[in-house]
């Protein structure tokens, strides 16, 4: 491990993957799409802090409220470990595990009078939350050694498999595993595998299926924050891809799709127009009333989502859920 405060993981592993193929054939395609990693420039992150803020918007709290009643049993279980968060943002829900390990590095102190110290690996895309985020936690958990991982989640998983010995716990919040279709999270589940090493650990955190009524609401919010953030894609757009997206011209709109058990998130256009994306020498036509599906936000059902796991090598050891059942973390080992 290097001693830094961030690492930048596309000049180690991979070839640089700016998303220009997927935002090409997303918006080629009928109907037209975007990848939702183009919701996290800085000011997406930080939209996306606001949204978890939101009265409507329950998973962040129901997540965070789980974590607090549960995280000194997952420390526990894992023992002491490296702990890798996927997607970390601002880390604000991770400080419950961080207090809690941090709790476990004294206590083995106080028992073996040799102090041992804990690794944190915060990776994110959005460089300049992960910069901020890191900088606070160092000063906050001495305890702990903390570097950031600045990339997407296959660079990280692929920095991790090679450069990693020590024990870890992966672990990916938010039910941000819901933005992935089925064939989306196989290959996440098997790089997890591939990842760990036998003995470790991944936590996951899931939203649960519940009615269409709070689903919905939680992502058509009366504050419009969620429109600001949606809309906010086609901005990342214009500068990434030097675009000329008019956010005037598109509306927010969130559904859930009951059959699929998914919410969808759509930017409806109001009236007909063509937009380029020059970087991509791209023209795009668009119809009065056509829309872009721009994520999707599976719920899920625990059973089956179990039998998933253990079918990619991951054997689910316990389950944790808030009084109400909406939400769920799930503790698995490879």
């Given at each position: 491990m290097?001693n830094?405060?961030l690492?930048?993981l596309?000049?180690?592993?991979q070839?640089?993957n700016d998303g220009?193929?997927?935002?090409?054939?997303?918006?080629?395609n009928?109907?037209?799409s975007?990848?939702?990693r183009?919701?996290?420039?800085?000011?997406?992150?930080?939209l996306?802090e606001?949204?978890?803020?939101l009265p409507e918007?329950?998973?962040?709290?129901?997540?965070?409220?789980?974590l607090?009643q549960?995280?000194?049993?997952i420390?526990?279980?894992?023992?002491?470990c490296t702990l890798v968060e996927?997607?970390s943002?601002?880390?604000t829900?991770?400080?419950s595990?961080?207090d809690?390990?941090?709790?476990n590095?004294?206590?083995?102190y106080i028992?073996s009078?040799?102090?041992k110290?804990?690794?944190y690996?915060?990776?994110?895309?959005?460089?300049?939350?992960l910069?901020t985020?890191?900088?606070?936690?160092q000063?906050?958990?001495s305890?702990f050694?903390i570097?950031g991982l600045?990339g997407?989640?296959?660079?990280a998983?692929?920095y991790?498999?090679?450069?990693?010995?020590?024990?870890?716990m992966?672990f990916?919040?938010g039910?941000s595993?819901g933005?992935?279709?089925?064939?989306e999270?196989d290959h996440f589940?098997?790089r997890?595998?591939?990842?760990?090493?036998p003995?470790?650990?991944?936590l996951l955190g899931v939203?649960l299926?519940?009615?269409?009524e709070i689903?919905?609401a939680?992502?058509?919010?009366?504050?419009?924050?969620?429109?600001d953030?949606?809309?906010?894609m086609l901005?990342?757009?214009?500068?990434?891809?030097?675009?000329n997206f008019?956010?005037n011209l598109f509306?927010h709109?969130?559904i859930?799709?009951q059959?699929?058990a998914?919410?969808?998130m759509?930017?409806?256009?109001?009236?007909a127009?063509?937009?380029s994306?020059?970087i991509?020498?791209?023209?795009?036509?668009?119809?009065s009333?056509?829309?872009?599906?721009?994520e999707?936000s599976?719920?899920f059902?625990?059973?089956t989502?179990q039998?998933?796991?253990?079918?990619?090598?991951?054997?689910?050891?316990?389950?944790?859920?808030d009084?109400k059942?909406?939400?769920a973390l799930?503790?698995?080992?490879?």
């Amino acid at each position: 491990m290097q001693n830094k405060s961030l690492i930048v993981l596309n000049n180690h592993h991979q070839e640089r993957n700016d998303g220009s193929q997927d935002v090409i054939q997303g918006l080629t395609n009928t109907p037209k799409s975007i990848p939702c990693r183009f919701f996290y420039d800085d000011r997406g992150s930080q939209l996306f802090e606001k949204i978890c803020d939101l009265p409507e918007y329950y998973p962040t709290r129901t997540e965070a409220w789980i974590l607090n009643q549960y995280a000194p049993e997952i420390a526990q279980v894992t023992g002491s470990c490296t702990l890798v968060e996927l997607g970390s943002g601002s880390s604000t829900k991770t400080r419950s595990l961080l207090d809690a390990y941090t709790k476990n590095i004294n206590a083995d102190y106080i028992n073996s009078c040799d102090l041992k110290s804990c690794k944190y690996l915060p990776v994110d895309i959005s460089d300049g939350i992960l910069k901020t985020s890191v900088l606070q936690l160092q000063t906050q958990y001495s305890s702990f050694e903390i570097c950031g991982l600045l990339g997407t989640y296959d660079q990280a998983l692929s920095y991790l498999a090679s450069s990693l010995d020590e024990p870890q716990m992966i672990f990916f919040l938010g039910s941000s595993i819901g933005n992935f279709n089925q064939q989306e999270s196989d290959h996440f589940f098997d790089r997890i595998s591939q990842t760990l090493k036998p003995g470790d650990y991944f936590l996951l955190g899931v939203d649960l299926q519940k009615s269409p009524e709070i689903l919905e609401a939680a992502y058509n919010d009366r504050q419009g924050v969620t429109a600001d953030f949606n809309l906010n894609m086609l901005a990342h757009l214009n500068w990434y891809f030097q675009g000329n997206f008019d956010l005037n011209l598109f509306q927010h709109q969130a559904i859930y799709n009951q059959a699929e058990a998914q919410i969808e998130m759509y930017l409806h256009c109001q009236q007909a127009h063509t937009v380029s994306l020059d970087i991509l020498n791209l023209q795009i036509p668009f119809r009065s009333g056509e829309s872009i599906l721009t994520e999707i936000s599976r719920k899920f059902d625990l059973q089956t989502l179990q039998s998933q796991l253990l079918a990619h090598r991951l054997q689910p050891l316990k389950v944790w859920t808030d009084p109400k059942n909406w939400f769920a973390l799930i503790l698995s080992q490879a």
